[in-house]
C-alpha cells in the first residue's frame, strides 16, 4: 500500500462529521481528532503546526515549509476535514475499505482523498533536495466547509493571503477555476385560517405558495437558462422544501418554501433578490424573502493570466481551464485577495453519497502531480 493510500485510509477511520448534521455531543463530530492526527503526520514530515482556534473545539490546522531564504511567494494547499452525515450515521461509514482499485468510506472523496495528496506532497517536498528556496508552501486543514465555512473565513478575516490556493475538492484531476455561487433563500405566504368545511371564509397560504413553486420552476428556471457563462454554463432554481398548514380541517394561513438559487459571474444576493421581488410584484404574488446563510456564497472566477495559475494548469496537463457547479472554499479565498483554482482527486458525483469511494490510481496521481508543481517553484 502506498503512503498516500495508507494515510487516507487512517482517514476514513477518524470520523470529522460537521456537527451541524448531529446531534450536540455526538462522538462523530467535528474535526479536532483528524486535525490532531495530521499535526503529528505533518510534524514528523518536518513541517512547522499552528492551530488556529474558530469555535469551541475546532480548529484549522495549518503545516508551514518555510524555505531558508527570503519568503517571495506563498502558497496555499486548502482541503477540508469535515464531512457530511449519512442517513442514517452508521459505524460502517468509517471503517476504510480497499477494493478493486478503490477507497471506500465517508470523506474518501470528499475531501480526504486531497488531504491524503497534499500532505503526502508536501511532506515527500520537505524531505527531498528540490526544496523551493523562496516560496512558502502552506496547507491547511479547514472546518466547517460542508455548512458555513467558517474555516476559510477566519483564516481570511485575519488577513492570511497568498499568491495562490489550490482548494482540495473531488475534480477528477482536472483544474477548476470558475465554480458557481450559493444562495439558500426562504420564502413565506401569508393566509387567513377557516375552518374546512367553509374555505370560502379563508385564504389558503399553501395555494398561494403553490402559484409561486410553479412561476419559480416554469418561468423564472426558463429565464435563467438564457444566461450564459462560457465555463459554467447556466444559473438554477430549484425549491427544495415546502412546510404549510397545522391540520388537515383548518385553510392554512402560513406556508414556507426554501430555495436553492445557484449564481453565475456577475449574479449577487443583492441582484437575486431583487428579481425575484420584481418577478412576483409582476405577477401580483405576495411572499416574504429571507436569506437562510448568514454569509454569502460567491461564485469564482479566476484568470488564467497569473503566472501561478498558468503554471499550474501546465504541470498538471490541462491546456483550458474547467468550471463547476458546487460551491466550495475557494470562492471564499478569492474574494478574500488570493487567487484559487480547485483540484483534487474523485468525482463529485461520488461526494455524499453512501457508497462512497475514490479512485487509488487518481489519488496516486494527484500526489504525483502536485509534487512536481511544488517542485517546480522557486
Not at 474535526?31 to 484549522?60: D, K, M, T, W, Y
Not at 470523506?107 to 524531505?127: F, I, N, P, Y
Amino acid at each position: 500500500m502506498m503512503p498516500v493510500e495508507k494515510l487516507l485510509c487512517e482517514l476514513v477511520a477518524l470520523p470529522s462529521v460537521n456537527p451541524a448534521f448531529l446531534p450536540a455531543g455526538d462522538p462523530w463530530s467535528g474535526e479536532q481528532r483528524v486535525a490532531e492526527f495530521l499535526a503529528a503526520v505533518a510534524a514528523r514530515g518536518g513541517l512547522e503546526i499552528e492551530f488556529q482556534a474558530v469555535s469551541p473545539h475546532r480548529a484549522n490546522l495549518l503545516a508551514r515549509l518555510t524555505p531558508a531564504g527570503k519568503v517571495r511567494a506563498r502558497i496555499l494547499l486548502a482541503p477540508h476535514l469535515d464531512t457530511v452525515g449519512g442517513e442514517p450515521v452508521v459505524p460502517e461509514l468509517f471503517i476504510p475499505r480497499l477494493r478493486d482499485g478503490r477507497v471506500h468510506g465517508r470523506g474518501a472523496c470528499d475531501t480526504k482523498g486531497s488531504v491524503a495528496a497534499m500532505l503526502t506532497a508536501l511532506v515527500q517536498l520537505a524531505r527531498s533536495e528540490r526544496r523551493p528556496v523562496a516560496t512558502e508552501i502552506v496547507f491547511a486543514g479547514l472546518v466547517d466547509e460542508e455548512h458555513g465555512q467558517a474555516g476559510s473565513r477566519a483564516l481570511v478575516r485575519r488577513g492570511f493571503r497568498a499568491d495562490l490556493a489550490i482548494v482540495g475538492e473531488p475534480t477528477r484531476l482536472r483544474v477548476i477555476t470558475a465554480h458557481k455561487g450559493n444562495l439558500w433563500l426562504r420564502l413565506e405566504t401569508r393566509g387567513r385560517p377557516a375552518h374546512g368545511s367553509q374555505p370560502e371564509l379563508g385564504r389558503n397560504a399553501v395555494h398561494l405558495m403553490a402559484r409561486i413553486v410553479h412561476l419559480l420552476e416554469t418561468q423564472y428556471a426558463a429565464r435563467l437558462r438564457r444566461r450564459r457563462h462560457r465555463l459554467l454554463g447556466h444559473p438554477t432554481v430549484s425549491v427544495g422544501t415546502i412546510h404549510g398548514g397545522s391540520q388537515t380541517n383548518v385553510v392554512p394561513a402560513a406556508c414556507a418554501i426554501t430555495v436553492d438559487r445557484r449564481t453565475i459571474p456577475g449574479e449577487t444576493r443583492a441582484t437575486v433578490r431583487r428579481e425575484l421581488l420584481a418577478l412576483l410584484r409582476r405577477h401580483r404574488l405576495a411572499a416574504r424573502l429571507a436569506d437562510t446563510k448568514d454569509a454569502p456564497c460567491l461564485p469564482l472566477e479566476t484568470g488564467t493570466r497569473s503566472p501561478l495559475v498558468r503554471a499550474f494548469l501546465h504541470s498538471v496537463g490541462q491546456t483550458r481551464p474547467h468550471g463547476a457547479n458546487f460551491f466550495c472554499d475557494a470562492a471564499v479565498f478569492a474574494h478574500g485577495g488570493t487567487p484559487s483554482v480547485v483540484f483534487g482527486p474523485g468525482d463529485i458525483a461520488q461526494a455524499h453519497t453512501a457508497h462512497e469511494w475514490v479512485s487509488v490510481r487518481q489519488l496516486e496521481q494527484a500526489t504525483r502531480l502536485l509534487t512536481r508543481f511544488l517542485q517546480s517553484l522557486p
